[in-house]
């Protein structure tokens, strides 16, 4: 006799890597059993999503969640509710904590710190330094490796690595995809005096077109070189995508919800240093740029760089204050707005969230809705209207740069492995999440 299903969701338009129709979905043990027409099956539980789309469960392969060390801004558990209030199933984390995410020990110990406490599946990019070099090959398989990240242009933390030895032997050991942040060191040090105290548009002045486009052309030369996969992070340039649709055999692309949102000057007015970010937003050329880019299929995906920082370390005048911003809550309704203007359809939203990043960094049993694999699930209202507001926000610095900005299109449910972690904006109070699993470990 067979074992009744744990749930079967049943009503709702799926969207898949086979397109978009009305299936139910079965679930048992935490993974998908069964689609299609289920409503004669056995099932513990119901649940009616009658009028909603289901995403296969959305990955944020880009955040910042400051534990430890950095824990007045945020931690693992408060990320994760952020996570999985906006949609969000899993998420890569940065290793410039502190300590900095360098060795087996440090990354063991956010794995342990993560495991049953945050709500949403994760694993943690180790730092690529010039100490660890030769471990690098190990670091890439423990559990819970992203695999490695490197700092090309400095930013939050202390994990510069601007040296041509370093970098060409970090690429040289790799065997994961790695990933990386792309701005010239030199450059930003040769042009600190075009900071204007107090003003934070000239952000990206400082850190201007030039240095990101030197930064990517020398990290996809070192690809080409070693034959290795390298993922160049935030794209924030139009300089940048036109170098990049030619040389894609070995890299790949991200942008993130703010470099397709916003734009200067206008950004700067309205939200001084809460818009500063490394590399900066800027002119809507650039904007512009990025959006062909993802429609021409330059762009592999999105990730929102969530880098939270506190009013206070916001607050200081420019160039003193904090580069980074919210962002891993706001990821689905922003893009879903996106995809009511027609700016991208709701598949290619799907294949830059789910689909991508699994196809990218090989990982097992996410990123589709498919029988055997995880019930990760985004479920979503496309025809909500709602106004993003700082006091929905779950992050503990408790602000996000689109305060007041009116969207169409809602996250209204997420599941992690089956289980209903947040259904109409009620999260669970507990967590249960688990590594992210990868074929290549």
């Known amino acids: 006799m067979t074992a009744p299903l744990d749930l079967v969701i049943s009503g709702a338009t799926v969207v898949n890597h086979d397109g978009e129709g009305a299936r139910d979905i079965g679930i048992r043990d935490g993974r998908i059993v069964a689609l299609g027409q289920l409503g004669s099956a056995k099932t513990l539980d119901t649940l009616d999503a009658r009028g909603l789309h289901i995403l296969p469960g959305v990955i ?36 410039n904590t502190a300590p900095l995410t360098t060795c087996a020990s440090t990354l063991a110990a956010k794995v342990g710190a993560a495991r049953h406490r945050m709500l949403c ?26 695999g490695i990240k490197v700092f090309m ?29 792309a701005e010239d060191e030199d450059r930003l040090k040769a042009r600190m005096n075009l900071r204007i105290p107090g003003d ?18 020398r990290l996809v030369g070192l690809a080409e070189k070693y034959r290795r996969r390298v993922h160049v992070l935030h794209i924030s340039t139009g300089e940048e995508m036109d ?7 070995w890299a790949s692309v991200e942008v993130t919800p703010h470099h397709l949102t916003l734009a200067a000057p206008e950004c700067y007015e309205q939200l001084g240093t809460y818009v500063q970010m490394n590399p900066p937003v800027r002119d809507a050329r650039h904007r512009d740029r990025i959006w062909k880019a993802l429609a021409d299929g330059v762009v592999d995906v999105l990730g929102s760089d969530h880098a939270p920082h506190t009013r206070e370390e916001k607050d200081h005048a420019y160039p003193a204050s904090h580069s980074g911003m919210t962002g891993v809550q706001t990821l689905v309704p922003i893009m879903l707005d996106h995809v009511n203007a027609g700016r991208l359809s ?38 909500r ?38 259904w109409q904006g009620e999260l669970v109070k507990s967590g249960f999440g688990e590594p992210v699993r990868f074929y290549d470990v």
């Open 60 to 95: 944020d392969t880009q955040v910042h969640f400051r534990e430890p060390g950095l824990t007045h801004k945020e931690d693992l558990e408060t990320g994760s509710r952020a996570a999985v209030a906006g949609g969000v199933t899993a998420v890569f984390e940065m290793p």
């Open 121 to 146: 599946d994760f694993a943690f990019f180790v730092g690529g330094t010039r100490e660890n070099i030769e471990h690098i090959p190990d670091l890439e398989r423990m559990e819970g490796s992203a």
């Open 153 to 181: 242009g400095s930013s939050t933390g202390n994990l510069l690595v601007d040296d041509a030895t370093s970098l060409d032997k970090i690429i040289a050991k790799l065997s994961r995809r790695a990933s990386f942040h």
């Open 200 to 217: 934070p548009s000239s952000h990206p002045v400082w850190r201007d077109e030039e240095a990101a486009l030197m930064a990517t052309k």
């Open 243 to 249: 170098f990049l649709q030619d040389h894609k055999e």
């Open 346 to 383: 709701l598949q290619r939203l799907v294949d830059l969230t789910s689909h991508g990043p699994q196809r990218l960094f090989g990982i097992r049993g996410k990123g589709r809705i498919a029988v055997g694999w995880d019930a990760d699930l985004t479920i979503v209202d496309l025809k």
């Open 385 to 422: 209207r709602e106004t993003i507001r700082d006091n929905w926000i779950e992050s503990r610095v408790g602000w996000t740069p689109y305060n007041g900005k009116d969207v169409i299109g809602w996250p209204v449910g997420t599941f992690v492995r089956g289980r209903r972690v947040m």
